[in-house]
């Protein structure tokens, strides 16, 4: 079938590929509707690897997605040919000791979507597990369908944050994750959001949020402006969705005594941690690696209207311009949030 793959290192190619077609008595064929491209893709395509996951080999992109159902197997009960969906993109061993305990997105076996050596999804169909695939309501489009995993990155943070109603949350970069991880401290019960970033274009978009207020890191000290929004107190919770090793130089100075630090965002090299600033305000540190179990949940938030994501899409363009659609988000282009690639318009 049609696919987007890396070839290599800055090398993409929209080309036919044999990829597994066989239906399994517990799996749904889908055919694809729409793919976003996330940041994990683009680093793929401009540097071939992420740690030690490396492109020895094509790979088909893309885990962010959503599409309807052409056929299911014969053990499958909860969907049926024809609904639209969104499908989880890690696909764990359910009987290792990780799934057992509820932490299977931490099952060292789990196969996710366009990590060296899987296929992902940006082709034309995929077959994949039904107990990972979700309906969508009537309502929520198949484009905030394929919005719903990052969102889940997001909505998983905020479940490790254990926020109360009420609570001042801040979090560091304004990037897609950044937004939907402030959008998913609101749902959680925020009362308001700081979100820093240096990029206006990001703040913008992120301003428009009741509950949102973005503030840029180039006209001042986040620590004061934070300090003040809080009469003293600091952020109950601190979201880092940036990566960079910078937003660590004096993190603690944004938390309130006995808040938390939730590590998001992932480094691409050792950063420095102030182990006795965190002593000193008794810090709860946490860290999430992608999500499990929040699948449903954002999906119902989507349904519900209590979370949009719509003003986060920035551009949507079609299968044949993958590859440029690809050039454009290695380009960084500051008023971007998300693009999605239309692998089938009819379905949309």
């Not at 296929?119 to 489009?141: D, M, Q, R, W």
């Not at 998983?156 to 801040?170: F, Q």
Request: charged share 20%; aromatic share 6%.
């Amino acid at each position: 079938m049609k696919a987007l793959v890396l070839e290599e290192k800055h090398h993409l190619s929209l080309r036919n590929i044999d990829l597994p077609t066989e239906l399994g008595p517990n799996d749904v064929r889908i055919r694809i509707a729409r793919v976003g491209i996330c940041g994990s893709d683009v680093h793929y395509y401009t540097h071939g690897r992420i740690g030690s996951f490396v492109v020895n080999a094509p790979m088909v992109l893309g885990h962010e997605s959503s599409g309807v159902v052409a056929a299911i197997g014969s053990a499958v009960r909860d969907l049926m040919p024809g609904d639209r969906v969104c499908m989880e993109p890690g696909i764990p061993d359910l009987s290792s000791r990780a799934s057992r305990e509820g932490h299977y997105n931490l099952d060292p076996a789990v196969r996710f979507w366009a990590t060296p050596p899987v296929h992902g999804c940006l082709c034309t169909e995929v077959v994949h597990p039904a107990a990972f695939t979700f309906k969508l309501p009537a309502h929520v489009s198949l484009a905030e369908g394929a919005m719903v995993e990052p969102f889940a990155v997001g909505l998983h943070a905020a479940t490790k944050a254990g926020i109360k109603p009420g609570a001042t949350a801040v979090v560091i970069g304004a990037g897609p994750i950044g937004i939907m991880t402030a959008l998913a401290a609101l749902a959680a019960g925020a009362d308001r959001v700081i979100i820093s970033d240096l990029a206006p274009e990001k703040l913008k978009i992120a301003d428009q949020y009741p509950g949102i207020v973005g503030f840029d890191i180039r006209n001042g000290s986040l620590a004061e402006f934070v300090t003040n929004a809080t009469a003293g107190w600091g952020a109950d919770v601190v979201f880092e969705a940036s990566g960079s090793p910078r937003a660590y130089e004096g993190i603690f100075d944004l938390l309130a005594p006995a808040g938390t630090l939730v590590l998001v965002g992932m480094p691409v090299e050792r950063v420095p941690f102030d182990v006795v600033a965190a002593q000193a305000k008794e810090a709860r540190v946490e860290t999430i690696f992608r999500y499990a179990n929040v699948y449903p949940k954002a999906v119902a938030l989507l349904a519900s209207g209590k979370v949009n994501l719509k003003p986060l899409l920035s551009a949507s363009l079609p299968f044949e311009q993958s590859v440029a659609a690809f050039e454009r988000a290695a380009e960084g282009r500051p008023a971007d949030i998300k693009l999605q690639i239309v692998v089938e318009e009819s379905l949309s």
